[in-house]
């Protein structure tokens, strides 16, 4: 990538092996991941195109006098860089590079999770590990997608609990042809950077696992796909094979969610600070906030609120990367 690279600062950082660069007034250190110096802040910028390398260097050089600076390095093609600095700078510096588009900040520390370490990841399902809400495109395919949405609608403005608001949706269903289950698990729209995060989770010996409000069988199709370990969701009845209108069995709700991160962390004996849960609606904040670290995919405020990180730009080959990898 050398050629292709314009900006001074960033052919020193991946290009060259020279220990120190003067960007302006600002001298720069390099590091490695596993031996970052101590600073006030350790911030950590995730980003696709060389083009905003300019940007990020102009910030640097108007913020800050002195940093140590190290390569990110993950499995995909995202590139990241860290910066250790005081924190004073640090702060101004964090709040100008926020303004950058399709660039992911955050903060790291020593007790950040460890990519390195065995690990759980429990992730929601529609609009998190896949780009639909199956029950709006069953709908859509059974001819009630109006029906469903009004009742969707009155769910979002809080006149129904998540439960309610499920029963009725999928009485909507009733009398549907089964066979549009098996025509949507065909056709999954995975959410972009879903299968390379798996890959290097798994990797590195962690746990996997869907928790979802939706159903068993789309759950169930992505468990085999990607090699999940475990899979929950809510059960459709069906009888002759048409959709009853029913769902059997304990409901997939947000406390659901929630016990399954502990269950899971249980059942594979997860550490304390390994155990992370991701999603995108208000449905999943008891699920992040019972993770170790809860984290906001694309979400809703109130949930991003209530993250502990976020993916607000980028998709979801970004998880690796707030992770420490130490050895």
Same mark, same amino acid.
């Given at each position: 990538?050398?050629?292709?690279?314009?900006?001074?600062?960033? /052919?020193?950082? =991946?290009?060259?092996? #020279? &220990?120190?660069?003067?960007?302006?007034?600002?001298?720069?250190?390099?590091?490695? +991941?596993?031996?970052?110096?101590?600073?006030?802040?350790?911030?950590?910028?995730?980003?696709?195109?060389?083009? #905003?390398?300019?940007?990020?260097?102009?910030?640097?050089?108007?913020? #800050?006098?002195?940093?140590?600076?190290?390569?990110?390095?993950?499995?995909?093609?995202? =590139?990241?860089?860290?910066?250790? @600095?005081?924190?004073?700078?640090?702060?101004?510096? !964090? +709040?100008?590079?926020?303004?950058?588009?399709?660039?992911?900040? *955050?903060?790291? /520390?020593?007790? /950040? &999770?460890?990519?390195? @370490?065995?690990?759980?990841? %429990?992730?929601?399902?529609?609009?998190?590990?896949?780009?639909?809400?199956?029950?709006?495109? @069953?709908?859509?395919?059974?001819? %009630?997608?109006?029906?469903?949405?009004?009742?969707?609608?009155?769910?979002?403005?809080?006149?129904?609990?998540?439960?309610?608001?499920?029963?009725?949706?999928?009485?909507?269903?009733?009398?549907?042809?089964?066979?549009?289950?098996?025509?949507?698990?065909?056709?999954?729209?995975?959410?972009?950077?879903?299968?390379?995060?798996? !890959?290097?989770?798994?990797?590195?010996?962690?746990?996997? %696992?869907?928790?979802?409000?939706?159903?068993?069988? *789309?759950?169930?199709?992505?468990?085999?796909?990607?090699?999940?370990? !475990?899979? =929950?969701?809510?059960?459709?009845?069906?009888?002759?094979?048409?959709?009853?209108?029913?769902?059997?069995? #304990?409901?997939?709700?947000?406390?659901?969610?929630?016990?399954?991160?502990?269950?899971?962390?249980?059942?594979?004996?997860? &550490?304390?600070?390994?155990?992370?849960?991701?999603?995108?609606?208000?449905?999943?904040? &008891?699920? %992040?906030?019972?993770?170790?670290?809860?984290?906001?995919?694309?979400?809703?405020?109130?949930?991003?609120?209530?993250?502990?990180?976020?993916?607000?730009?980028?998709?979801?080959?970004?998880?690796?990367?707030?992770?420490?990898?130490?050895?």
């Amino acid at each position: 990538m050398a050629n292709q690279r314009q900006n001074a600062l960033f /052919s020193w950082i =991946y290009d060259e092996i #020279t &220990p120190s660069f003067t960007l302006g007034d600002c001298h720069l250190l390099r590091h490695q +991941e596993a031996k970052a110096p101590q600073a006030g802040l350790r911030l950590r910028l995730v980003y696709q195109e060389l083009i #905003t390398e300019a940007l990020i260097a102009e910030r640097i050089a108007a913020t #800050t006098k002195a940093l140590s600076i190290a390569v990110i390095s993950r499995q995909n093609d995202l =590139y990241c860089i860290e910066l250790c @600095l005081d924190k004073e700078p640090g702060q101004l510096l !964090a +709040e100008t590079l926020a303004t950058l588009d399709n660039v992911e900040l *955050f903060l790291m /520390s020593e007790q /950040s &999770p460890r990519l390195d @370490l065995p690990g759980l990841l %429990v992730m929601d399902m529609d609009s998190t590990a896949i780009q639909i809400e199956c029950i709006d495109e @069953l709908a859509a395919m059974a001819g %009630v997608g109006e029906a469903v949405a009004e009742v969707t609608e009155r769910a979002m403005q809080g006149e129904l609990d998540f439960e309610q608001s499920l029963r009725e949706r999928v009485a909507k269903l009733a009398g549907a042809d089964a066979c549009i289950i098996d025509t949507l698990c065909g056709n999954l729209p995975l959410m972009p950077g879903l299968k390379a995060m798996v !890959a290097e989770l798994q990797a590195h010996g962690w746990r996997l %696992v869907l928790a979802s409000g939706g159903f068993t069988p *789309f759950v169930g199709h992505l468990k085999q796909l990607l090699n999940l370990d !475990a899979a =929950y969701a809510n059960e459709l009845v069906i009888v002759d094979g048409k959709l009853k209108g029913e769902v059997i069995g #304990t409901v997939v709700d947000a406390q659901f969610k929630a016990d399954t991160v502990l269950r899971s962390a249980e059942t594979w004996q997860i &550490p304390q600070g390994q155990r992370l849960a991701i999603g995108d609606g208000a449905n999943d904040i &008891p699920m %992040v906030q019972a993770a170790d670290f809860g984290i906001a995919y694309h979400a809703k405020p109130k949930l991003a609120a209530a993250a502990d990180g976020k993916i607000a730009q980028l998709d979801l080959r970004v998880l690796p990367y707030m992770l420490l990898k130490l050895d």
